[in-house]
């Protein structure tokens, strides 16, 4: 209770603040004095040099030493290959892009330069890649169409003036020039947000949208030939506002071969993919989505500059930056957050593994079946199909879980019941593909080899090799009991 009315207190706090903060702008600020269509956010800055100086440091790299699990660019400048740290990723997305360089984000300032340093494979569709990168984004869709939409990622690029080919996230992606007040400025989120029937929106949310706008899971609608056939849309039908759940996107994304994006080699399944969920994942009832808490409260914290209060535009780890927003609302020790949120990515990680090398076996089972059924061995049709079905639905609650980017901290119950679900499914899918095999007459091994080198090394333009250094080992060690080393052929 003491810590709940402390909490409360600080929410007044935050309140006078915000009313304070409102003081200030009318010194900064002269309306009208932006151009409706201005996407340059040097133009902004002109008015908003504080939030401008400070969205412009996405650019630097943070603290070395201070994240566990989201090291993305530190001062030591590595950057931290996704594949390597959670090596079954190496097996099951092998295939396309995203079985081939995969990384760590890094600060907004990176977002259209890294698409232009990473392999090429990953902005294979073209000109709908930049759907959560660029602010020119809407209006060139509004504009040409699928003609910049399939354009190959270069030529959509040179359809841009030339100062905004490398600007990431911007002032006018978040922010109406007219009064500076929160918009949205991205297609699919308004079509998500009418799938979900919400037209309303309080100050909180709106501090959760302007991140929703991009850190949320969308798909890439295709033909039957996987040529990109559209803008990006979110898979959330069935959802509502504070409850998109898992159950209801693996059902939106198996309805139709639209969301059907690529080809898992070590299955030859046609598949579709998860891409970062922090929305979905975060306002499916966390504890924090349920107390009124938005994405800006922890990732944008108020920081005094001189006379000022503003707000924090150099987005990145809350504990990079000392868990300072944290203390707005906490009133217990960084060392206490840190434990607490180093204890739940731990956690988190651990069932991670479990679910992962679950998956991946269960891939390795339909390889046998394919290599058996080519030389003419017949396969019980009834037991695959089931199999393949619970394969489905256990990998991409993986794909989920990993591709959210806060290791379970945005919603650790969530992440670990979507996880406990996905190791279910797995392990089901594996059942069912031993059963079929031992009818069919096969010997199998206790242990199925999953030979991750293959998967691992050399890959792509780059030739990037597996990182030991870099992989995240069960942080409890129960791992090595399922997946010994030479079980993993690494
Ligand atoms: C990813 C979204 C996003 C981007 C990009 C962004 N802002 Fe903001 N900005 C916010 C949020 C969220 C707030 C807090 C607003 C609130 O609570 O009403 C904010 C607040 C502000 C404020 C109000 C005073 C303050 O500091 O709280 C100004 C002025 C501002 N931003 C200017 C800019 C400028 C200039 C740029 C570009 C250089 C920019 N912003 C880019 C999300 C963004
Ligand atoms: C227009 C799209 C867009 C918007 C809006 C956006 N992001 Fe991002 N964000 C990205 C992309 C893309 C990356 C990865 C950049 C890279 O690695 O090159 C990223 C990276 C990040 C990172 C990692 C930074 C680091 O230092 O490693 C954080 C944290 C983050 N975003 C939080 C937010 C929050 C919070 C908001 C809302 C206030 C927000 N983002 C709004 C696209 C966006
Ligand atoms: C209660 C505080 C809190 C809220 C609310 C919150 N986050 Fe986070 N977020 C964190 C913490 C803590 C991490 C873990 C950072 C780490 O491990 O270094 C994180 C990690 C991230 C990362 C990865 C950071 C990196 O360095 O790669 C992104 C991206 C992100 N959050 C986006 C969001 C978005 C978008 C929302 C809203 C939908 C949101 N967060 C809401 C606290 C919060
Ligand atoms: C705007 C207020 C606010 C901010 C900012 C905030 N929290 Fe919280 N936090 C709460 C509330 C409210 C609760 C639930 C009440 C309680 O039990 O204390 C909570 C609960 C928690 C819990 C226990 C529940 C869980 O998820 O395991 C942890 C841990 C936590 N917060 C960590 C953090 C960290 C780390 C940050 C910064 C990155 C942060 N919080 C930022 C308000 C906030």
Redesign the pocket.
């Known amino acids: 209770m003491k ?2 009315s402390g ?1 409360l207190i ?2 007044i706090f ?1 309140s006078i603040l915000l009313i304070s903060c409102g003081g200030d702008k009318p010194e900064m600020f002269k309306a009208g004095s932006i151009a409706e269509d201005e996407m340059d956010p040097e133009v902004w800055g002109k008015l908003f040099p504080l939030q401008y100086e400070s969205w412009s440091k996405t650019k630097d790299p943070k603290p070395t030493g201070k994240s566990m699990y989201k090291k993305g660019w530190d001062k030591d400048k590595v950057v931290y290959d996704k594949l390597s740290e959670f090596p079954f990723l190496g097996l099951l997305f092998n295939g396309w892009g995203f079985g081939i360089e995969y990384n760590e984000p890094r600060g907004h300032h990176y977002a259209i330069i890294d698409q232009l340093e990473i392999d090429p494979s990953r902005v294979g569709p073209g000109g709908v890649c930049l759907a959560c990168k660029s602010p020119l984004h809407k209006s060139m869709t509004e504009k040409h169409g699928m003609k910049y939409l399939t354009a190959k990622f270069n030529d959509a690029l040179s359809m841009f003036p030339e100062k905004m080919k490398l600007v990431g996230p911007a002032c006018a992606d978040c922010h109406k020039p007219s009064d500076m007040s929160l918009r949205t400025n991205k297609l699919h989120l308004e079509n998500g947000l009418k799938l979900i029937g919400k037209t309303e929106f309080t100050r909180q949310e709106q501090r959760t949208l302007a991140c929703a706008q991009c850190h949320i899971t969308y798909y890439v609608p295709r033909n039957t030939e996987k040529k990109v056939a559209g803008d990006v849309a979110l898979p959330w039908t069935g959802g509502s506002w504070g409850n998109i759940s898992i159950e209801n996107i693996v059902k939106d994304l198996l309805t139709d071969t639209k969301r059907i994006e690529w080809k898992q080699n070590v299955t030859g399944f046609d598949m579709p993919f998860v891409r970062h969920p922090e929305f979905e994942m975060f306002t499916k009832s966390s ?2 989505f349920n ?1 009124g ?1 938005s994405c800006a ?2 990732h944008m914290p108020y920081q005094r500059v001189g006379a000022y209060k503003v707000s924090n535009h150099d987005v990145t780890s ?1 504990i990079k930056q000392d ?1 300072a ?2 203390n ?3 009133t217990e020790s960084a060392d206490w ?1 840190r434990k ?2 180093f204890t ?1 990515q731990e956690r988190t990680l651990s069932l991670m593994t479990r679910a992962g090398y679950a998956n991946a076996t269960a891939a390795k089972l339909f390889e046998i079946v394919h290599q058996n059924q080519a030389k003419g061995v017949k396969v019980d049709q009834n037991l695959y199909a089931k199999a393949k079905e619970s394969y489905m639905e256990a990998f991409i609650r993986l794909n989920f879980v990993s591709a959210e980017n806060s290791t379970g901290f945005h919603n ?1 119950t969530e992440a670990s019941r979507i996880l406990g679900d996905s190791l279910a499914f797995a392990g089901k899918s594996e059942t069912l593909l031993r059963q079929a095999i031992t009818q069919a007459g096969i010997k199998l091994p206790e242990k199925i080899n999953l030979d991750l080198k293959t998967y691992l090394n050399g890959r792509g333009k780059h030739k990037l090799n597996f990182k030991a250094d870099q992989e995240f080992k069960d942080p409890y060690g129960t791992q090595d009991y399922f997946t010994p080393k030479e079980v993993k052929g690494l």
């Open positions: 810590r709940y909490l600080s929410a935050i504890v924090h107390a808490v409260d922890c809350p868990f927003s944290c707005q609302c906490h957050l607490q949120v739940i650790s």
